[in-house]
């Protein structure tokens, strides 16, 4: 939920208020559609839920509830190594100006925003994410101004949040694009109390009913009130701007039409509603999508079914069982007590009286389709067994092993990307936070390479708009820099790494940084691609450089034939072959370059 600028005062009813209890109850009948609207995505996104928790046996109908219900977890290890992968290349940002006048508060920006994500546990944030995306097929992230961060100074806050708690127009596929969208949260009635004191005696258990997960423990709602956050846009002036308002029941607690700072300019000054969705695998007329539980959880119900069937009758050929001739006169008792040395019976006793039941093995085709339904769920997942750590027979190389765990892992590449898309966005929304609220100068503690660490001094001074010019009809123009995000891997994959460190080794066995083979290093690299290779090409160029500019100062042996002692060191050093790295550092310690 939004922190936002209320009092702990409320509003009272006056009639200068733009929204006041009308407003809020035409809201709730607005949440209530778009929430009967989203009756089939909540009542998806909890039955995968308990896909996910292996409860899924309470979802299938059953014949007889006797039998065994087995949940094996290949659905669930497919989600966890897709996880996995998503961890491995936590995404970090860079942020670029459009402008050179720009690229100091480029350089600034690229330092701080690391820190704030760091400040809001954003790897625990991503992780969350990514769990909920992997089940459900979305997640979304709310960017939010917090006034209570900081005592009270305010700052960023980011949280990943529940979209059963989230309500838009139908029909939409950018959230962007809903006229409303609204959360809502429970919070306890005290507590709610203690923040907004007029709401003494208003507040009911009643009111917005929210979808709800099937919990291990009870949850008890009753002291509980449902709490909206309604962003809403409007035009005013030919331009959109968002406003928000919060209320519980009837009763406003905090609106920004009727704050006379934000009625005019909206809550927020980049008119967006603070929420970006990640999708996994898009659907149309939705701004949500369908993750890999949908996909799979007919080939886990048929490898559960399969399992059932297989348990069920290996305790069915385990346990012994008899027929028993009703005047055989046996003491089944004592017959189904193993315990007892002597059974007692009355009368001739034979085959005819008692016979055990033979169950027949199952038949090795069911085995091999269990086989095939598990085969079918990794393929369909793309989760094989190099994906989570299986080697190929005879590969022991390290490169060779990375090198197949990169080509086995292009969907998760490809997911991860789509995550990458969504990052960008965050780190938009964060930008347009710090230019509208750092107005105050924040220190930030950068940590360099090693031990080394630098404090910087940070405000919005740089880059706010600033009014430009008027045009005919006495509109400002506010020019503001833009800036772009460039978004990257922090490389916690050890088997990236080595991948990586494999490839320099290579470069450096074949004589790319040797300065004589600069030329045929640089056309090779020009037709590579890898990540950093522009900076590497860089460096050749410039020891290429270093290079010509040494053997141009070298003296001429068809010139001077005689020149200090010096001189004929280096030429004779040249004449030998001795390797460009040798001239470049006796040119150095000889000249004093």
Request: glycine residues 6%.
């Amino acid at each position: 939920m939004n922190k936002d600028n209320s009092n702990n005062t409320g509003f009272s009813e006056d009639a200068r208020l733009k929204i006041g209890t009308n407003e809020v109850r035409d809201a709730t009948k607005i949440l209530n559609d778009y929430k009967s609207c989203k009756a089939n995505l909540e009542k998806r996104i909890i039955e995968n839920d308990r896909w996910w928790k292996m409860q899924h046996w309470g979802l299938l109908k059953k014949t007889n509830n006797t039998d065994p219900e087995p949940a094996s977890a290949w659905l669930f290890n497919c989600i966890a190594n897709k996880h996995a992968d998503a961890m491995d290349s936590i995404p970090e940002p860079c942020i670029l100006p459009r402008e050179k006048n720009d690229k100091k508060s480029a350089e600034l920006l690229s330092k701080i925003i690391p820190v704030l994500l760091e400040y809001n546990d954003f790897e625990q944030v991503y992780s969350d994410a990514w769990w909920y995306k992997l089940k459900t097929g979305t997640a979304c992230y709310g960017i939010f101004w917090n006034n209570l961060k900081e005592n009270g100074l305010g700052d960023i806050d980011i949280r990943q949040l529940d979209i059963l708690n989230m309500f838009w127009e139908s029909g939409i596929k950018d959230i962007q694009e809903s006229r409303n969208v609204f959360t809502v949260e429970l919070v306890e009635n005290d507590v709610l109390i203690s923040r907004y004191p007029f709401l003494n005696g208003k507040l009911t258990s009643g009111g917005i009913d929210v979808a709800s997960y099937i919990y291990d423990d009870n949850v008890d709602t009753k002291s509980k009130s449902a709490v909206v956050d309604w962003y809403y846009k409007k035009n005013v002036d030919g331009r959109e701007i968002v406003h928000y308002c919060k209320f519980v029941g009837d009763d406003v607690l905090y609106s920004s039409e009727n704050d006379p700072q934000l009625c005019y300019k909206g809550f927020y000054d980049h008119g967006k509603y603070p929420f970006v969705f990640d999708v996994l695998f898009a659907d149309e007329g939705t701004p949500c999508g369908f993750g890999y539980i949908d996909i799979m959880k007919d080939v886990q119900m048929y490898i559960d079914k399969l399992n059932q069937i297989i348990l069920k009758n290996a305790l069915q050929s385990g346990r012994r069982r008899f027929f028993i001739s009703d005047n055989s006169g046996i003491n089944e008792e004592e017959f189904a007590d193993w315990s007892k040395e002597f059974v007692h019976t009355t009368g001739p006793l034979d085959d005819r009286n008692i016979k055990e039941i033979n169950v027949s093995q199952l038949d090795g085709s069911v085995m091999n389709l269990l086989n095939q339904k598990i085969d079918e769920l990794k393929e369909t997942s793309g989760t094989r067994d190099v994906s989570y750590g299986g080697i190929a027979k005879g590969v022991t190389a390290a490169s060779a092993i990375a090198a197949l765990q990169e080509a086995g892992s292009k969907l998760s590449r490809d997911m991860i990307k789509t995550s990458y898309r969504a990052f960008r966005h965050v780190n938009y929304f964060i930008i347009e936070l710090l230019r509208q609220f750092y107005n105050e100068p924040r220190c930030f503690r950068i940590c360099g390479s090693g031990i080394s660490e630098e404090f910087e001094y940070f405000t919005n001074e740089d880059i706010k708009g600033t009014t430009q010019s008027m045009d005919s009809l006495g509109l400002s123009y506010v020019k503001k820099p833009i800036f772009d995000i460039s978004v990257s891997s922090q490389k916690s994959n050890p088997f990236s790494v080595t991948a990586q460190n494999e490839l320099a080794k290579e470069l450096y066995n074949l004589g790319f940084f040797n300065p004589d083979m600069a030329y045929q290093a640089v056309m090779c690299l020009e037709m590579m691609n890898f990540e950093g290779k522009e900076h590497i090409l860089e460096k050749i160029r410039s020891n290429m450089q270093i290079k010509e500019s040494l053997e141009n100062s070298i003296p001429n042996p068809a010139i001077s034939q005689e020149g200090d002692g010096d001189d004929n060191y280096l030429l004779k050093a040249y004449k030998e072959t001795l390797p460009g790295s040798t001239i470049l550092k006796e040119a150095r310690r000889v000249r004093g370059i």
